[in-house]
T-cell receptor, first 114, second 114 residues
Framework: AQSVTQPDIHITVSEGASLELRCNYS??????LFWYVQSPGQGLQLLLK??????LVQGIKGFEAEFKRSQSSFNLRKPSVHWSDAAEYFC????????????FGTGTRLTIIP | NAGVTQTPKFRVLKTGQSMTLLCAQD?????MYWYRQDPGMGLRLIHY???????AKGEVPDGYNVSRLKKQNFLLGLESAAPSQTSVYFC?????????????FGSGTRLTVV
């Protein structure tokens, strides 16, 4: 069964600093990988997704993520965070072969300090 | 363009009461899902539907029932609410079972069972 681990429950960074959120997945074949963001009181919004090809994918709001098969990782990065990036971030995995369901990690809450 | 709309947004129930959560999407999506979100546990799939008239169990289906009588609506029912069902419930939809299209989420229903 597929699974996702987000080892950091809560991360605090200063505004303008760089950010990296970790995500490790477990899946027997080539996965589809996603990052979603949830602002307080809101639903989840898709940031970016990886299916194949270039292992560095660009998303919205200046985010990017790198797929590393050897490490089973799909870490999310941003070079300079803004106060509006404070939110909860979820990594998710799905079957390459079109499984109907996404499996989510437990999330990482990001706090931005001035 | 409403996307995915959930009603109600908030509800307080007494133990043993019943209620129905409504999810409506206007994107002509085939697939619809119900998730619950609990602190430290991420999103867990309750039930899902791959088309009108179909439903299937997810990861945590006990205590819930669903119906998809119309393509645009996906109802989640609690027949006899329990405090363990206190959670935030999210509905999502997708264009097809190929998750490369991503999910569109509603803004959630916060349910408290006392």
């Amino acid at each position: 069964a597929q699974s996702v681990t987000q080892p950091d429950i809560h991360i605090t960074v200063s505004e303008g600093a760089s950010l990296e959120l970790r995500c490790n997945y477990s899946y027997g074949a080539t996965p589809y990988l996603f990052w979603y963001v949830q602002s307080p009181g809101q639903g989840l919004q898709l940031l970016l997704k990886y299916f194949s090809g270039d292992t560095l994918v660009q998303g919205i709001k200046g985010f990017e993520a790198e797929f590393k098969r050897s490490q089973s990782s799909f870490n999310l990065r941003k070079p300079s965070v803004h106060w509006s990036d404070a939110a909860e971030y979820f990594c998710a995995v799905a079957s390459y072969f079109g499984n109907e369901k996404l499996t989510f990690g437990t999330g990482t809450r990001l706090t931005i300090i001035p | 363009n409403a996307g995915v709309t959930q009603t109600p947004k908030f509800r307080v129930l007494k133990t043993g009461q019943s209620m129905t959560l409504l999810c409506a999407q206007d994107m002509n999506h085939e697939y619809m899902y119900w998730y619950r979100q609990d602190p430290g546990m991420g999103l867990r799939l309750i039930h899902y539907s791959v088309g009108e008239g179909t439903t299937a169990k997810g990861e945590v289906p006990d205590g819930y029932n669903v119906s998809r009588l119309k393509k645009q609506n996906f109802l989640l029912g609690l027949e006899s609410a329990a405090p363990s069902q206190t959670s935030v419930y999210f509905c999502a939809s997708s264009y097809s079972g190929r998750t490369n299209y991503g999910y569109t989420f509603g803004s959630g229903t916060r349910l408290t069972v006392v």
